[in-house]
């Protein structure tokens, strides 16, 4: 209990007075995760909304796909860009490896297959509302993939906000990539890793504390943004209600 | 007169599901056709494939070249956006520049009782002044050939009341063509020329409306006598 304790008042006071290696690793861990997330949301929103509206031979097999990435471990992601990277591999004269330019790419490949998903079912559900009415209007697919996410761009803000948590929260794979240099490429949650296991809990503790008030945040936002759009449109179901984060 | 469409053995499948099976049916300009017929007749069907929302399996669909459609559906989904700007999207999508659009828009609210509204969310108005919006915004296009689907079935009576002495009102001042599917045969009666009855996807009756109402069906066309016999007691 002491231990417990002791630990719990450490991590406090690191947080409150502004520990600048605890911080660097929050900005750092911040940094990653927000650029990753704008990558992959600008080429997932992209692509799940053409998805949702286009029809094509193979579709479903993509789709099935699509949802397999899903449930990607990110430990495997982490490998496969180490692999894409590496000196021997097909980007490794980029000379990306055990940078943070490595981890961004890593949790962008990470997050891509969530938002694309979430996005596809966002638009194929407007798309069977609406789809009739803006094809009698004479919108085309492409046309209509727009218009519906744009129509459906509250949900995809929740989309967004799912796909930071998800990136924010990984592990494995900026592990693998990043290699948690410290000063570099050591973010909150490869920190909290390493830390446990070197026995410093005070800081894992600390960085778990942000790394949690990040998360809790983040539903207050979902639930700010759902609420907000229910009073402007009156009632209407969330597609994406209940997005893990 | 001239044909606006015209449909020539056309037949639609889903899957198993026959909708539509050898359906002809020529529609002169200014004609004003309502499709009557039991649920899963194929009313909706023929209706999305004059409008060319649907592929046909089989047959040929031809319709006028100058022809400009508005369809209407049985329950209108409202977009993310305010009153005035579903009418102008509407527009928009059809070519018009914004501004015009937004002129044209107000109009057509006018018309139908939501200028007050204009402003508002399109999702928080009610299912009649959803349906007042959704006959706006084809009204706002200025079709001269107008589809119809079932357009005050789901509403309740006063709202019902309401669309339909607007559709009332938009028949009596347009040449345009008009090809509506409805329950409602006292609707039938007051905005169609001709009547046809679809049965499992066939037409087993094209009458003109005072033919369809007035001479005995019962042996000329079995089925529509015992589907009117059955509306009307």
């Known amino acids: 209990m002491t231990t417990f304790t002791d630990t719990a008042f450490t991590a406090l006071q690191l947080l409150t007075q502004l520990d600048p290696l605890l911080w660097s690793i929050v900005g750092r861990s911040l940094w990653v995760s927000v650029l990753a997330t704008a990558m992959a ?10 998805l949702g509206v286009a029809r094509f031979a193979g579709r479903d097999a993509l789709l099935t796909v699509l949802n397999t990435l899903l449930a990607l471990p990110s430990v495997v992601v982490g490998l496969l860009v180490y692999l894409l990277l590496s000196r021997t591999g097909p980007l490794g004269s980029l000379g990306w490896l055990f940078s943070l330019k490595a981890m961004v790419l890593a949790q962008t490949v990470l997050v891509l297959p969530v938002v694309t998903a979430l996005t596809r079912q966002c638009v194929e559900d407007a798309e069977r509302n609406h789809g009739e009415q803006l094809q009698s209007l004479g919108a085309k697919p492409w046309l209509r993939s727009v218009l519906l996410a744009w129509d459906e761009r509250y949900a995809l803000l929740t989309v967004l906000i799912a796909a930071f948590g998800r990136a924010i929260s990984e592990v494995g794979a900026v592990m693998v990539v990043g290699g948690n240099i410290e000063g570099f490429t050591r973010v909150m949650t490869t920190a909290i890793a390493l830390e446990t296991s070197k026995g410093d809990l005070p800081l894992a503790l600390a960085l778990g504390l942000v790394l949690m008030a990040v998360v809790l945040l983040l539903n207050v936002l979902i639930s700010a943004l759902r609420r907000w759009r229910q009073r402007i449109d009156g009632a209407g179901a969330d597609p994406v209600q209940g997005v893990l984060v | ?39 899963g007749s194929g009313k909706s069907t023929l209706l999305r494939v004059a409008h060319g929302l649907l592929h046909v399996s089989a047959g040929q669909v031809n319709v006028a070249s100058d022809l400009s459609q508005a369809m209407v559906f049985q329950r209108p989904h409202m977009l993310r956006t305010s009153v005035l700007r579903f009418v102008v999207w509407g527009l928009w999508l059809q070519g018009m520049p914004w501004r015009e659009a937004h ?18 969310s399109a999702r928080t108005l009610s299912g009649g002044q959803q349906q007042r919006l959704a006959l706006a915004r084809a009204w706002a296009l200025q079709p001269n050939f107008v589809l119809l689907d079932e357009p005050t079935s789901s509403l309740d009576p006063h709202a019902k ?26 609707q039938v009666k ?44």
């Open chain 1, 41 to 50: 949301c600008s080429l997932g929103v992209v692509l799940g909304a053409w």
């Open chain 2, 1 to 39: 007169m001239s044909a606006v469409l015209t449909l020539r053995d056309v037949s639609v499948q889903f899957d198993t599901h026959k909708a539509l099976q050898g359906v002809n049916l020529q529609m002169q300009a200014g004609e004003r056709v309502a499709l009557v017929g039991a649920n």
């Open chain 2, 103 to 120: 002129a044209r828009a107000m109009q057509a609210l006018k018309r139908v009782g939501l200028q007050d509204m204009a402003e508002r």
């Open chain 2, 161 to 186: 009341r309401e669309v339909e002495r607007l559709l009332a009102e938009w028949v009596a001042s347009t040449e345009a063509s008009l090809l509506f599917s409805s329950h409602n045969l006292g």
């Open chain 2, 190 to 233: 007051r905005l169609a020329t001709r009547v046809i009855y679809l049965e499992a996807g066939r037409v087993l009756a094209d009458l003109p409306v005072d033919e369809f109402f007035n001479r005995p069906l019962g042996e000329s066309h079995p089925e529509a006598h015992l589907f009117l016999k059955g509306e009307l007691g």
